[in-house]
T-cell receptor, first 116, second 113 residues
Framework: AQSVAQPEDQVNVAEGNPLTVKCTYSVSGNPYLFWYVQYPNRGLQFLLKYITGDNLVKGSYGFEAEFNKSQTSFHLKKPSALVSDSALYFCAVRLFHQTGANNLFFGTGTRLTVIP | SAVISQKPSRDICQRGTSLTIQCQVDSQVTMMFWYRQQPGQSLTLIATANQGSEATYESGFVIDKFPISRPNLTFSTLTVSNMSPEDSSIYLC??????????FGPGTRLTVT
């Protein structure tokens, strides 16, 4: 089945340290991958996407993600974490159907806590 | 990106009643989506609503329970009918703007008692 997986429910990191939020995918064909962030009591915000091209994708708020085809991964990274980065992060893959329709399928989410 | 607003932002409803959630976008968009996020869970697509056609529902969701209207390119409603406590969730409206990029409204937090 086509999907994405986020193996960690919770990630804790000290402020100023680099952070990584993991995502692996399982799709047929070329994957269209996305990261979203959800702050408390707010909707989802788009961070970045990988469609094609450079494996290192830069997004909003200093985040970046690295597409690794051999490891089927799309981990989210930031060189120096801020307390304000504490939020719920979702990896997603766009699924294409034989009908021509397509939709986003979301991972289960990873709660990032940055400790001052 | 498009600015998406939802009304109401939250509501507490009694079981057996219905609630209509409104989604307004500040620009014309072809594809709109409705998602549900149950407490502590990820997002699940309820249906895709394109203007001028019937909404397309995902497996496990039916029109009688979640009727959707899409009268124009900037507006849509989702009704949660005959509610039960299991319908307590955050309901999110989403639009596809740039190719393959989706943006989300702030959500409607529904509690059914």
């Amino acid at each position: 089945a086509q999907s994405v997986a986020q193996p960690e429910d919770q990630v804790n990191v000290a402020e100023g340290n680099p952070l990584t939020v993991k995502c692996t995918y399982s799709v047929s064909g070329n994957p269209y991958l996305f990261w979203y962030v959800q702050y408390p009591n707010r909707g989802l915000q788009f961070l970045l996407k990988y469609i094609t091209g450079d494996n290192l994708v830069k997004g909003s708020y200093g985040f970046e993600a690295e597409f690794n085809k051999s490891q089927t991964s799309f981990h989210l990274k930031k060189p120096s974490a801020l307390v304000s980065d504490s939020a719920l992060y979702f990896c997603a893959v766009r699924l294409f159907h034989q009908t021509g329709a397509n939709n986003l399928f979301f991972g289960t989410g990873t709660r990032l806590t940055v400790i001052p | 990106s498009a600015v998406i607003s939802q009304k109401p932002s939250r509501d507490i409803c009694q079981r057996g009643t219905s609630l209509t959630i409104q989604c307004q976008v500040d620009s014309q968009v072809t594809m709109m989506f409705w998602y549900r996020q149950q407490p502590g869970q990820s997002l699940t697509l309820i249906a895709t609503a394109n203007q001028g056609s019937e909404a397309t529902y995902e497996s496990g969701f039916v029109i009688d329970k979640f009727p959707i209207s899409r009268p124009n390119l900037t507006f849509s409603t989702l009704t949660v009918s005959n509610m039960s406590p299991e319908d307590s969730s955050i309901y999110l409206c989403s639009v596809q703007e740039k190719p393959y990029e989706q943006y989300f409204g702030p959500g409607t937090r529904l509690t059914v008692t």
